[in-house]
């Protein structure tokens, strides 16, 4: 028997509408409100996971969701860049911001280098039962590529050509370190 792990990427914050990198912020008027609208979206589930983080459970309550906090759904750690534009970054350390795209090894930002996200996220995966069941998990978008990166075992490279939005719906099915992707659609519908 297989599961079906439904990841649902956040909704819209002050952050993702200006590409900064996120700290723990609350969803904007707009993304709370495209939440909410999405409420009946989703299938019953058998479990519902969320980040941590305050826009992860804010997009799961919007949702009508109930879940259980799991620490290893938190957002990739990106150190002293946290709250900078990308435009930002690039302007004052343009040698940094290249070794990060290139080198999977690198974290010149002083957080988690996309090596450890990996080994990280699919930890996280093998660990999630085949057992005919629904899994719902409200996440980031770069916790969702890095899931999908190890569901279908591609490389490290794969992973900064994988476009997840906010409010985008991936799901995976399988179990027992052997998924598939199914769907990936934004936004939830």
């Known amino acids: ?17 200006s590409s900064a990198f996120p700290q723990d912020e609350p969803l904007d ?7 909410t609208a999405l409420a009946d979206a989703l299938p019953r589930a058998d479990d519902v996971r969320c980040a941590p983080a305050l826009r992860c459970t804010q997009t799961a309550t919007a949702l009508g969701l109930a879940p259980a906090t799991d620490e290893g759904l938190r957002d990739g750690d990106l150190g002293r860049w946290a709250g ?6 690039a302007a004052g ?8 795209l290139t080198d999977p090894a690198a974290a010149p930002h ?12 699919g930890g996280w995966l093998r660990a999630v039962p085949a057992k005919g069941r629904t899994v719902i998990a ?15 075992a591609a490389t490290p490279a794969s992973f900064w050509r994988i476009d997840i939005a906010p409010l985008t719906k991936t799901v995976l099915r399988g179990g027992a ?5 199914r769907a990936t659609a934004g936004p939830l519908r």
């Open 93 to 100: 350390e343009p040698n940094a911001v290249a070794a990060w």
């Open 138 to 152: 409200v996440t980031h978008p770069m916790v969702i590529r890095a899931l999908v990166v190890n569901a279908i």
């Open 1 to 17: 028997m297989s599961t079906r792990l439904i990841l649902i990427s956040h909704a819209p914050t002050a952050a993702t509408r």
């Open 29 to 35: 008027a707009h993304g709370l409100a495209d939440a």
């Open 84 to 89: 900078r534009t990308l435009d930002d970054v």
């Open 177 to 181: 370190g052997r998924w598939t992707l």
């Open 110 to 121: 002083g957080g988690e280098s996309l090596h450890d996200l990996l080994d990280r996220t």
